[in-house]
């Protein structure tokens, strides 16, 4: 069911845990839906310097935390902001397609702690562009 | 080879090798087809006959009250749509539960589409049916009742005799899916009034693709698959006959051992609960107390992390066991058992059920006791709703 990409994220989880003092917070996700991704920043001369998570979820939401995490460590903030939930997919050699929703959680868990940081310099927060064909079935979970 | 814990029995079991045995020369020599008049198939017909004995005597049935049917889905799906369109006439309301298996559930839900008024009876925290709501949801136009002996996920033991008693006295049919519990605990459909009643084989050692259905002598309900004339008329095809012998020495070999395994397989099952509960700190065990549900089912739920990933854990230590989390079934809702207990969304999603059975020894059980533990810890470190749920403390 999953690439040896996904199970081996999953099992080896990496940048787990929490930043103290950090930069941004961000959380997505929702109890309901059985997945909420926390995301941890350190930004130093707006690169990612550091990035931590903590999941609650499946396989495919961990691995996707997992992936996301080393993907935007070391990029700009803005760069960082690009990453696409299809990227993080890709970067794992696929999921299966009812599990696509754990890609986009990693990517709005880290647009959620971005904007955190851009609110926290006082700089206005970025625009969220909707998910909607992947989210409709979601989304009375996510409202 | 690596140690492999099998605890999933409720999902299926192996068909035992003596079952296996008494298969077999009805595939090869014994092929004939039952309904051919010639000799040749007599051996057939006279196994059937017997397979059929067998079955209903487990029941407390007579053996021109059992149904051979490719499985529990089947004798469910029969025993529902069957009753409800023969009694069409005399009323259109049926009375099931929120924790049926999906056989029955979406069978009811089909028929509320179809011009039935279904009602789904909520149960109690322990998951079981409250005989005062079954009152209250019994009107005039009330044709069937349909209650699970033993819910498949958590285990409860519903109060079938009462609610058996209840229906006979207003001239209601009842049926119930004791898929999990025949030839696992003791059911008399006499003693408990039960009009129709439901299993499969391969819950209890048997070939999977055969079941039964009990029909009470003097019930009438329509067919559901019709065709030729085998089971007197009633449900048409060609008999497997391979798999009704299957099934007859199956339910033979599980009843004969019914209490010793039970008794087995309880022991060790309560050594499993105590266990977790005691070194998995802020567990739930779902389902009623030991004594109240299947002897071999132990359900919890775990704060903090989800199922799926749970199974995948314990997958990778030889351990097999299931989860009522959404993320196992490809849909977003969790069960709908752990649901209608009144489980958060969190705590259904951070369910494992671990069903025991006859090759389940006391290391399985400690193997199990040594492994969890850590795999759930480990878990709960990067899961923040252990870190929301520990700052609730």
Known sequence: ??????????????????????????????????????????????????????TFGCASAIASSSMATELVKGKTVEEAWNLTNRAVAEALDGLPPVKMHCSILAEEAIHAAINNYRRNKGLPVWEEESHEELLHHHAHHHG | MSRQVYLDYAATSFTSPEVVSAMMPYFTEA????????????????AIAEARQ?????????????????????????????????????????????????????????????????????????????????KKAVNDRTILVSVVFANNEIGTIQPVSAIGAFCRENGILFHTDAVQAAAHIPIDVKAMNIDLLSMAAHKFYGPKGVGALYIRKGVRIDNFMHG??????????TENVAGIVGMGRAIELASGRMKEASARITRLRDMLVDGI??????????????????????????????????????????????????????????????????????????????????????????????????????????????????KSL
């Open chain 2, 228 to 237: 030729g004339g085998q089971e007197k008329g009633r449900r048409a095809t």
């Open chain 2, 31 to 46: 092929f004939g087809n039952p309904s051919s008049i010639y000799s040749f198939s007599d051996r057939n017909r006279k």
């Open chain 2, 277 to 390: 509960m005691k070194s998995v700190p802020h567990t739930k065990l779902n389902g009623a107390p030991s004594g109240e549900r299947l002897p071999n089912n132990a359900n919890f739920s775990f704060i903090g992390i989800e199922g799926e990933t749970l199974l995948l854990d314990l997958d990778r230590a030889g351990i097999y066991g299931s989860t009522g989390s959404a993320c196992s079934s490809g849909s977003l809702d969790p069960s709908h058992v752990l649901m209608a207990i009144g489980l958060s969304h969190e705590l259904a999603h951070g369910s494992l059920r671990l069903t025991l059975g006859e090759e389940t020894t006391e290391d399985d059980i400690k193997y199990v006791l040594e492994t969890l533990p850590g795999i759930v810890e480990r878990r709960r470190a990067m899961s923040p709703l252990w870190e929301d749920y520990l």
């Open chain 2, 54 to 134: 067998k079955t209903a005597e487990v029941i407390g049935a007579s053996a021109d009250e059992i149904f051979f049917t490719s499985g529990g889905t089947e004798a469910d799906n029969w025993a529902l749509k069957g009753a409800a369109e023969r009694n069409r006439t005399k009323g259109n309301r049926i009375i099931t539960t929120r924790i049926e298996h999906h056989a029955v559930l979406h069978t009811a839900e089909y028929l509320a589409k179809n011009g039935f008024d279904v009602v789904f009876l909520d149960v109690d925290p322990e998951g079981r049916v409250r005989m005062e709501d079954l």
């Open chain 1, 1 to 54: 069911m999953y690439s040896e990409k996904v199970l081996d994220h999953f099992q080896n989880p990496r940048n787990v845990g929490e930043i103290e003092n950090p930069d941004g917070v961000g959380q997505a996700g929702n109890p309901k839906c059985g997945d909420i991704m926390k995301i941890y920043l350190r930004v130093e001369n707006d690169i990612i310097t550091d990035i931590k998570f903590k």
